[in-house]
């Protein structure tokens, strides 16, 4: 009965750090921002491609990060400061209203899902190291499945947050979306300077 309790509170751990790193709510005026004149449809299926990517680097961190970090000599810090400056792009183009055209993003829809709302808005270094971090505290099974179903049901808070983003773009319409993309690109870029500043203190500290 303990071993189901810990699993369980192991459980609501990963995924409230999880959620809170990828922030569902907040990837809303930015996947809005970021998909700005195209159909619901289209929307729709961008929505679960980023999704789907986002579960998928997670997944792959979870299960060969170490390895991958070790065999290419990185730092988990110098992860995290290179995962930082694709976001400060990303949000210096959302602050200048310069992303992407929506006629490109219709001859590279793949682009738009997998970078960068799969990765680095998604799964980015905050959630790639807060998981990489917990498969070393997964001892049990339990714990391992309490992980696994943790990842999954982020995944679908993601999918959720974008997939019914178009109810709150007919709330808003397009000038309040105009106005929370600023807004997102602002906050992005202020995460994106503290994931760079934190990355380079760790590495002062470690010299």
Known sequence: M?????????FWEVFVTLLV?????GIVPVFLGMTKGRPARERN????????????????????????????GVELPSLQAAGGLL???????????????????????????FVPLGTPLLAGPGAIVATMLFVQRASSIGDKAAFAAAI???????WLAMRFSGAILRVLRYSGVELLTRIAGLLLSAIAVQLIVDAVRVLVNQG
């Open 45 to 72: 299926r961008l929505a679960g491609q980023a999704a789907f990517v986002a579960f998928g680097v997670i997944v792959a961190f979870a299960l060969f990060g170490r390895s991958i970090l070790a065999y290419l």
């Open 87 to 113: 976001l400060l792009l990303v949000a210096l183009e959302l602050l200048t209203g310069k992303a992407a055209d929506p006629v490109e993003l219709e001859q590279n829809q793949a682009n738009v899902a």
């Open 21 to 25: 790193i990828t922030d569902p709510p």
């Open 152 to 158: 999954v049901a982020v995944a679908a808070a993601l």
């Open 2 to 10: 303990s071993s189901v309790v810990s699993s369980f509170k192991f």
